[in-house]
């Protein structure tokens, strides 16, 4: 019993002991099923129809655009590339923080991961989706897009970009889907005879049987693990080839080496803001602050402002590089200084001082402050995309003046339209999926789901069910039981 | 100062001497010819890529011809009457300036002036960029966009140090009735949504004619040129054999760092520096 | 230089009526008499492809206006169908070969054609040093060539491709790798989803 007595040690930690485990999975459930059960009031309607109101716009300035050319959108030959293929990268890259919240961190054995990963990874899903829609509006002939399958070419980088967000939008789904399987199963158990017969064909279908026996179990985690594994790996290759259309170009500014380690950091920087921002969003509107709490938060900030300083350590190498040796210069001066350079020190201030200092000072260490923080950082990598694109591309090659590049009607409402339908999109999806994984929540345990509980606590809890025969609903009752059991002998 | 007179060859070794620092965007074309072992000293090159570049080119006894181009700036007064020639006949707009001239200023600070038409390079980024081979090269080593085919993804327009492509952004030019379709040779009407540019007119070149830029030059700076003829002639008549006057002249490519090979040479005059990456 | 195989050789004709071979070509208004010039034109040799180009000039015509040989210089011209120009391109120059004095001066170039056909030759005879513009004499003569179309230049691709030496094998790794992904994804899917339903289906038939 020593070695219990040890792991009981090394895991030591507050534990609410009123609780019983049972009664906290009954909240669970109800709490990640209320987006579900609950018929949507007044202010979810208010906003869904809000943000449609955004996406109808954005989708006439897209038919708009269509008609009258790219021009429209403020596009000219001196700056050939600007908002969309910026948008394209933002919301891609957003979409990798789900895979780091969800895989990273489910590798890793995180189990404080529990009542994130659903939000995680409908967040990738829905972002990855309207990413790669923003290649529709960026294309002059988006009619003609499966050219690009009819006759590829294989040395061009956008082919390259079009398999990689391909796979990686299959792998996304399969790994928002794979968690959803006991939830599906257990929807389908809880509407019991009433379904209708889209219910019956959707959660009973797509629940293939689940019970939740040992085998089952150990089929999905196999699963899981191997998709994690996969995914990681994919997020990396698709923002590698992102940067590549820019870095296999001759222009400078983009042909740059370290373009695509400074393109992965980006998406995951912004990734794990939009994860906090989803988090809080739906936090607050169906009120789960007893299961996603500021140590969440606080844990999403400092990953959040680790990836933060890589990012601004890429950005410097980035201009060092090339500025010190004063060859191509005129791009740094117009980031730096010239007329990117608002933009460029907005992201520097909101973007890179801002979190460090929220997540630095303990005061506003807490949910709002690192949820306002995300919210500047997300803006402001957004517009560190545009500052990535537009000097580069406007830059006179040959002689004269600097193009420019100047947003019309066009494309902001289509840049919003792609904004408003992330919590759109979620906020549907979530009318018919719950909130949380039920699976990963179960396993974490109530304990388990706030802070990081070793698997040694883990793997104690199983010993004991098996050779002490004390059932524990959750890892985190295991430390009590086993304190009451050598107290008892 | 008589002994720092700058004429054109003592300035290009001195340029040649920053070679080393590797800003000077200069290959002569000596250095070019040596490197060549066909008849003429040019790498007849008629690399086709793109798989259905064979059947778009002009088929017309294809390896019969080379073009090629040489803008002697020694000539060139900025009169832009190149650009003016090869909008009116492709139907551009105003901002499309398949030939442009850009007012340039050289190493002593006066100005010159310097057409740009597409470089039709051996080595072309666009074409490799190009995701759909919208972009392909003909047997003849002329650069052509099968404007039936681009998704406008502008990749092109990244890849291209020439700043050479230019993009149909707006609906609503008034395009004239053609009797037959646009080709890869002879883009017009334009179509929008797809990028367009300098097709070396090479329609014209096969009759027998002088591009649209070359014809309207009342200076005689552009020649057409046939590298495997080895024939150049300009708007004045002037013919030139053409490798013997690259050479005499120490024509000189643009970027060749680029590794782009262009089929346009250029014959300085004003002792210019022909690097201009960093042009701010 | 086996590009060019001349396999017909039907020279040539010649300026003054000095004599007249049999032209495939007939070459008839091509051939202009100025003065006192002849050009030849042959092969150099029977198996080469280059020309060797000789003109003869009078040098009782010449006498009056220089010294010596060396003040003059023959230009040797083609004329070009290209471009709709009917130019002449210059194709050597060459002094002449005798002093003053000399009943014919002579000068040789050689060229080698680079196109096809009918190809008109023209030397000129200038005063190099003083009037260098000033053509003295001239002479054409037209001289059909023909070609093995196999001849010209190949078309071997000899520019850089990006990574022109791993690229082939590199699109089939990069392309059997998204192969083995998908497989991977659709696996693990398949796999998941048989596992989960039959140990479902068996738990419920116990």
Redesign the interface.
């Given at each position: 019993m020593t070695v219990i007595e040890k792991t009981y040690e090394a895991d030591a930690v507050e534990v609410n002991h009123s609780q019983s485990g049972n009664h906290w999975m009954d909240d669970v459930t109800d709490s990640a099923m209320s987006s579900m059960k609950n018929k949507p009031g007044k202010i979810w309607w208010l906003i869904v129809l809000l943000l449609g109101a955004v996406i109808v716009a954005g989708v006439v300035a897209w038919i708009y655009q269509l008609?009258?050319?790219?021009?429209?959108a403020g596009?000219?030959?001196r700056s050939?590339?600007a908002v969309y293929i910026a948008d394209v990268i933002t919301f891609i890259g957003v979409s990798y923080g789900g895979a780091v919240i969800s895989a990273i961190l489910r590798l890793t054995g995180q189990s404080w991961r529990a009542p994130l990963t659903r939000l995680a990874e409908a967040m990738a899903l829905v972002t990855v989706a309207i990413g790669g829609a923003f290649i529709f509006p960026?294309?002059?002939?988006?009619d003609?897009?499966l050219?690009?399958v009819?006759?590829?070419?294989?040395?061009?980088?956008?082919?390259?970009d079009?398999?990689a967000i391909l796979?990686y939008t299959?792998?996304t789904t399969?790994f928002f889907?794979?968690p959803l399987?006991p939830d599906m199963a257990f929807i389908s158990k809880m509407l019991g005879e009433k379904k209708k017969l889209w219910q019956r064909m959707f959660y009973s279908s797509l629940s293939?049987?689940?019970?939740g026996?040992e085998?089952?179990k150990?089929?999905?985690h196999?699963?899981l693990t191997?998709?994690s594994l996969?995914i990681i790996p994919?997020a990396v290759s698709v923002h590698s080839v992102l940067s590549w259309?820019?870095a296999?170009?001759?222009?400078?500014g983009?042909m740059e080496t370290v373009f695509p380690p400074y393109f992965v950091i980006a998406a995951l920087y912004s990734g794990t803001a939009m994860v906090v921002l989803v988090v809080a969003g739906f936090r607050k509107g169906y009120k789960l602050q007893r299961f996603i709490t500021d140590r969440h938060f606080t844990r999403l900030g400092y990953l959040m402002v680790a990836l933060g300083l890589v990012y601004i350590y890429l950005t410097l190498a980035d201009l060092i590089t090339e500025g010190y040796t004063g060859?191509?210069?005129?791009w740094i001066?117009?980031t730096v200084t010239g007329s990117y350079a608002p933009a460029f020190w907005f992201y520097v201030f909101a973007g890179e001082l801002l979190p460090i200092l929220v997540v630095a000072i303990k005061k506003t260490r807490n949910a709002t402050g690192i949820t306002i923080a995300s919210f500047f950082v997300v803006i402001s990598l957004w517009v560190k995309r545009l500052v990535i694109v537009l000097p580069p591309?406007t830059?006179?090659?040959?002689?004269?003046p600097?193009g420019s590049y100047h947003f019309t009607w066009v494309s902001i409402t289509i840049t919003l339209a792609g904004v408003a339908a992330i919590p759109f999109l979620l906020m549907i999806m979530f009318r018919f999926i719950p909130l949380f994984s039920l699976e990963d929540m179960e396993e974490a345990g109530e304990l388990g789901s706030i802070e990081q509980v070793s698997t040694h606590t883990q793997i104690l809890a199983r010993i004991l069910k098996k050779y002490v025969g004390v059932e524990v609903a959750a890892p985190a009752k295991a430390e009590m039981t086993v304190q009451a059991t050598v107290e008892g002998e | 100062m008589a002994e720092n007179k700058i004429n054109r060859r003592n300035f290009l070794k001195i340029v040649g001497a920053t070679t080393a620092a590797g800003t000077v965007e200069l290959i002569t074309y000596r250095a070019y010819a040596a490197s060549g072992s066909s008849p003429n000293g040019w790498n007849g090159t008629s690399g086709v890529s793109g798989s259905s570049a064979a059947s778009m080119a002009n088929t017309e006894s294809p390896t019969d011809h080379q073009w090629a181009m040489v803008i002697d700036l020694r000539n060139c007064n900025g009169c832009k009457a190149c650009t003016a020639a090869c909008q009116k006949a492709h139907y551009l707009t105003e901002d499309q300036t398949w030939i442009d001239v850009f007012s340039m200023t050289d190493s002593i600070g006066r100005s010159y002036f310097m057409p740009r038409p597409c470089m039709q390079c051996e080595n072309p980024p666009c074409l490799h960029v190009c995701p759909v081979h919208a972009t392909f090269r003909t047997d003849q080593g002329v650069v052509l966009v099968n404007q039936g085919r681009c998704i406008g993804c502008r990749m092109c327009m990244a890849a291209c140090p020439y700043q050479a492509r230019y993009f149909n952004w707006n609906a609503g030019v008034n395009y004239p009735s053609m009797p037959i379709k646009p080709t890869p040779e002879m883009p017009v009407p334009q179509r929008l949504g797809t990028v367009g540019k300098c097709t070396f007119c090479v329609g014209n070149l096969n009759d027998g004619l002088l591009s649209e830029c070359a014809a309207g030059c009342p200076m005689g700076t552009i020649y057409n040129g046939d590298m495997i003829t080895d024939v150049g002639v300009n708007s004045m008549g002037n013919t030139i054999k053409l490798s013997e006057f690259l050479y005499e002249n120490d024509a000189v490519s643009f970027k060749p760092s680029q590794n782009t090979h262009p089929r346009v040479w250029y014959i300085l005059g004003h002792g210019q520096n022909l690097d201009t990456d960093d042009a701010s | 230089m086996k590009n060019f195989l001349i396999k017909s050789v039907l020279t040539v004709f010649i300026i003054s009526g000095l004599f007249s071979l049999m032209s495939y070509t007939s070459a008839k208004a091509a051939s202009v008499t100025s003065g006192d010039s002849t050009l030849n034109v042959a092969l150099k040799s029977p198996k080469s492809s280059t020309l060797l180009l000789t003109s003869t000039f009078s040098s009782t015509q010449l006498a009056s206006t220089a010294k010596s040989s060396s003040d003059y210089v023959a230009l040797y011209f083609v004329q070009t169908t290209e471009f709709s120009s009917r130019g002449w391109m210059q194709i050597g120059s060459a002094s002449l070969s005798a002093s003053t004095g000399e009943e014919n001066m002579t000068s040789t170039v050689s060229y080698d054609p680079t196109w096809t056909g009918r190809e008109t030759f023209k030397v000129e005879l200038l005063q190099n040093q003083n009037d260098a513009g000033v053509v003295l004499n001239s002479a054409t003569t037209v001289f059909n060539v023909l070609k093995d179309p196999s001849g010209f230049p190949s078309s071997e691709i000899n520019y850089q491709r990006p990574m022109n030496q791993v690229g082939k094998w590199l699109v089939r790794g990069l392309l059997t790798l998204v192969a083995l992904v998908w497989i991977l994804m659709f696996g693990v899917l398949g796999f998941v989803v048989n596992r989960v339903s039959k140990n479902g289906k068996v738990a419920l038939n116990d």
């Open positions: 008609k009258h050319g790219m021009g429209s596009y000219n030959d050939f590339w960026h294309l002059g002939r988006p003609r897009f050219n690009i009819v006759y590829p070419n294989f040395s061009s980088p956008l082919f390259w079009f398999m796979t299959v792998a399969i889907y794979l399987i293939f049987n689940w019970l026996n085998k089952q150990k089929a999905l196999r699963g191997i998709i996969l994919l259309a820019f296999l170009t001759s222009r400078p983009w060859i191509t210069t005129g001066q117009q591309a830059q006179p090659l040959i002689a004269g600097w | - | -």
